[in-house]
């Protein structure tokens, strides 16, 4: 069973930084992406945006919105992925969301997971 966990939400100023972890736990052979996405207050259609992901073979690449704000990194002893949030904005205010794309043993093929989610509360 593989499990991701989001954690270091928080509720911050505009201008603040928070990073959050995705720790992934279970059983798995090899995770070749990790994602954030957010998902807005108030969406009724359970519509999530990219935010940024990394990738197995090192590159990453981040949407326009975060470009020079947010850092992605990972830490592959850990099984873990940050995201590193600077000069956070009232518009970056939502639940972030970790997704992997990960190979486990006795399934064909990558499999997407996906965490519980982290609060995100940017004022003004």
């Known amino acids: 069973q593989v499990q991701l966990v989001e954690s270091g939400g928080g509720a911050v100023q505009a201008g603040e930084s928070l990073r959050l972890s995705c720790v992934i736990s279970g059983r798995f052979k090899r995770i070749d992406a990790v994602g954030w996405y957010r998902q807005a207050p108030g969406d009724q259609s359970d519509q999530r945006d990219w935010?940024?992901?990394?990738?197995?073979?090192?590159?990453?690449n981040s949407a326009d919105s975060v470009k020079g704000r947010f850092t992605i990194s990972r830490d592959d002893a850990k099984n873990t992925v940050y995201l590193q949030m600077d000069r956070l904005k009232p518009e970056d205010t939502g639940v972030y969301y970790c997704s992997a794309i990960i190979w486990v043993e006795g399934i064909l093929g990558p499999k997407d997971y996906w965490g519980q989610g982290t609060q995100v509360s940017v004022s003004s």
């Open positions: 935010v940024a992901t990394t990738h197995m073979g090192g590159t990453s």
